[in-house]
């Protein structure tokens, strides 16, 4: 049984900057590229940030240059720095082994004044 927990949500003014933190249990970790999503409210779940096994990453247009995602193989967890946030980053944020039906619970982040 994989499971992915997520942390490090909440709410942030814009302009500042919140770690979102997922650790995955079972030996999958690994073995597998992970990555975020998220999903606002009425919209569709979108991709945010990828990272393959070896580190590599790869980010969505719109978040490009102010966040970065990372893994700790040793910890079984990635990790997302998100800085400069905008009220438009607001969303429930997900992760995800890479290609497969494996997500996490999820974890809100809300940036407002």
């Known amino acids: 049984q994989v499971q992915l927990v997520e942390s490090g949500g909440g709410l942030v003014q814009p302009g500042g900057s919140l770690r979102l933190s997922c650790t995955a249990s079972?030996?999958?970790?690994?073995?597998?590229?992970m990555g975020w999503y998220r999903q606002a409210p009425g919209k569709q779940r979108e991709f945010v940030a990828g990272?393959?096994?070896?580190?590599?990453?790869n980010y969505a247009d719109s978040v490009t240059g102010r966040f970065s995602i990372s893994r700790d193989n040793a910890k079984s967890t990635v990790y997302l720095q998100m800085n400069s946030l905008k009220p438009e980053d607001t969303a429930v944020y997900y992760c995800?082994?890479?290609?497969?039906?494996?997500w996490g619970q999820g974890t809100q982040v809300t940036v407002s004044s």
């Open positions: 079972g030996s999958i970790f690994r073995f597998n590229s």
């Open positions: 995800r082994v890479a290609k497969s039906e494996f």
């Open positions: 990272v393959d096994t070896g580190g590599r990453p």
